[in-house]
Nanobody, 124 residues
Framework: QVQLVESGGGLVQAGGSLRLSCAASGRTFSRNAMGWFRQAPGKEREFVAAITWSSVRYYADSVKGRFTISRDNAKNTVYLQMNSLKPEDTAVYYC??????????????????WGQGTQVTVSS
């Protein structure tokens, strides 16, 4: 079993920064692929970033160069550092995990576990 809890969301002005955290349960955290997705009202859920158990990182083009995903296996936590935030980054951000291998880290349907989400609002 894996349980995920996101935190760190909030309101920030354009150009500012936030760091999201996702605390995961389980003793096999280091072998989970972890991803961040986001969903704005009226829009489809979209991929943001992912990190595999071997620490290979992937980013959506829209956040590349601004966001950084990382993980601390000792703390069973994955982070999303968000810099140079834009109003279009406003969304509910979700942490996701898969206990096994992934074919495509950008597809949400391949993840087994999801957190409840944390709201990020970027004002202009």
């Amino acid at each position: 079993q894996v349980q995920l809890v996101e935190s760190g969301g909030g309101l920030v002005q354009a150009g500012g920064s936030l760091r999201l955290s996702c605390a995961a349960s389980g003793r096999t955290f280091s072998r989970n692929a972890m991803g961040w997705f986001r969903q704005a009202p009226g829009k489809e859920r979209e991929f943001v970033a992912a990190i595999t158990w071997s620490s290979v990182r992937y980013y959506a083009d829209s956040v590349k160069g601004r966001f950084t995903i990382s993980r601390d296996n000792a703390k069973n936590t994955v982070y999303l550092q968000m810099n140079s935030l834009k109003p279009e980054d406003t969304a509910v951000y979700y942490c996701a995990a898969r206990s096994g291998a992934l074919v495509d880290v950008t597809r949400g349907g391949e993840y087994d576990y999801w957190g409840q989400g944390t709201q990020v609002t970027v004002s202009s």
